[in-house]
């Protein structure tokens, strides 16, 4: 412990209230191991109920096993609860197609969201700097994102159950490395921090020193920019909810007044009056456009965004491919945006009612299912629904951050476009809990233990 001469380690606890009970992700490095230290010194004072939470990934062998070890004594010593998860990221890499950076964080938030939902915490605290949040934002503008993008890490995350909270956002990583060797605590070091081919560490370690050359404020500056972006966006988004109701129209005009809108499932599409859009500044026009695309799945990029501003300035008559499922249509008074999957592929498959418990053949999609539920009560239980995918969907997979947009997971499942049209799904108490040809997890499943059991038929 510090004594009264030592300086403290500054960290925000806006978040915090007593009673809370805090999960401390901590890994072994000095980050994390100071984040830890402080929390324990506080949490008399801030009234926290601490539980320490080690993700071992399964990639560095004897050296991981260490840090563990050392974590677990650290814990001891302080007389905090240790929490271990074991996962294979190498496996999770290779199965979901991500890099391992990528897998590794999709498979801790994954475990600490689990948590969460299931009520074990209220809130996860972890480590992030603000030498992660500049290393973030230059990542971010490397790879051409929007203003939103440039928020980086944020403070406060909500999710499921609690929050996913960043006490040392606003400390240097050279402040803890001092603080922890001012008072006497040592910690491990992380072999791949220093290897050159994740793309970060060539940042943290080459890119950011270039950039202190010309400016030495360049970290806190990064960070200040992510402040900036942040709190841009959430203004923008209060200004999308106040200019979109008025702004799009779904489907297309039919002669007589009024709207048609097609019911198919892989059909959507959306439309702008452009003569509403052009009275507007050019920064709204973009996120006007941005959203409306949103609304069918799409995500635009710069020049598709620029694509469709032009498109308004020209006469009607204009269609523009945006995606192999997106395009953009310019009439006299509108431009619209359609997506449609699989066009010229079979019609739309039926939905079928499956009994929780039960079982149930669905000959259009070549499967039987068979579903149980391990120790609840069956008398009110509702059925599933299985069915093809719709707009909105959303999906979350096992070991991943948060649910996911059914494109993106056709996407991570490298489903050819043609097939996608018809690609099952089980929907049960509003929440997909069964897609085919990937793992998925739900609240409602996994509180009622609902097992699925599925046979492709011939």
Request: charged share 25%; with cysteine; hydrophobic share 40%.
């Amino acid at each position: 412990m510090p004594s009264s001469k030592q300086s403290s380690l500054p960290i925000v606890t806006d978040a915090f209230h007593p009673g809370m009970r805090l999960g401390v992700a901590v890994s072994g490095g000095a980050d994390s191991v100071a984040l830890l230290r402080r929390l324990a010194e506080m949490r008399l004072e801030l009234g926290l109920v601490l539980t320490v939470l080690h993700v071992h990934h399964g990639i560095r062998g004897a050296e991981a096993e260490a840090d563990a070890v050392f974590v677990e004594q650290m814990s001891r010593q302080l007389e905090i609860r240790f929490m271990r998860h074991d996962v294979n990221t190498i496996a999770h890499a290779e199965a979901e197609q991500e890099t391992i950076e990528e897998a590794a964080r999709n498979l801790r938030y994954a475990w600490f969201e689990g948590l969460l939902a299931r009520g074990e915490l209220e809130a996860v605290a972890t480590a992030h700097t603000l030498d992660d949040q500049a290393e973030t934002v230059l990542l971010k503008l490397l790879r051409g994102a929007w203003t939103e993008g440039l928020a980086g890490i944020f403070p406060n995350v909500e999710r499921k159950g609690g929050l996913i909270l960043r006490p040392l956002l606003r400390t240097h990583r050279f402040e803890i490395e001092a603080w922890l060797k001012q008072i006497g605590q040592s910690w491990r070091e992380d072999s791949t921090n220093t290897d050159h081919a994740y793309t970060r560490n060539r940042v943290r370690h080459h890119l950011l020193p270039i950039l202190a050359e010309y400016n030495p404020q360049i970290v806190a500056h990064l960070g200040h920019m992510a402040s900036i972006a942040r709190d841009e966006d959430a203004y923008w988004q209060k200004e999308l909810e106040r200019l979109l109701p008025s702004l799009l129209l779904p489907g297309k005009a039919v002669r007589g007044g009024g709207r048609a809108n097609s019911t198919h499932p892989d059909q959507a599409s959306f439309a702008i009056e452009v003569e509403r859009l052009r009275i507007l500044p050019l920064a709204s026009r973009r996120r006007v456009l941005r959203a409306a695309a949103e609304q069918i799945g799409c995500s635009l990029n710069f020049d598709q965004t620029d694509l469709l501003l032009a498109m308004c300035e020209n006469r009607a008559g204009r269609r523009e491919t945006l995606t192999a499922q997106v395009h953009a249509e310019r009439t006299p008074r509108e431009l619209r945006l359609v997506r449609k999957e699989g066009e010229g592929s079979a019609k739309q498959l039926p939905a079928y009612e499956v009994p929780i418990p039960g079982e149930v053949v669905a000959e259009a999609f070549r499967l039987r299912l068979i579903t149980d539920l391990s120790g609840n009560s069956v008398a009110s239980t509702p059925p599933a629904i299985l069915r093809v995918h719709k707009p909105g969907d959303r999906v979350q997979l096992r070991y991943s951050a948060g649910p996911k947009r059914i494109k993106e997971v056709f996407e991570r499942m490298k489903v050819p476009v043609d097939q996608r049209q018809n690609w099952p799904v089980l929907e049960w108490q509003g929440e997909i809990v069964w897609i085919r040809g990937t793992e998925v997890e739900s609240h409602a499943g996994g509180t009622a233990g609902l097992r699925i059991e599925v046979e492709e038929l011939p």
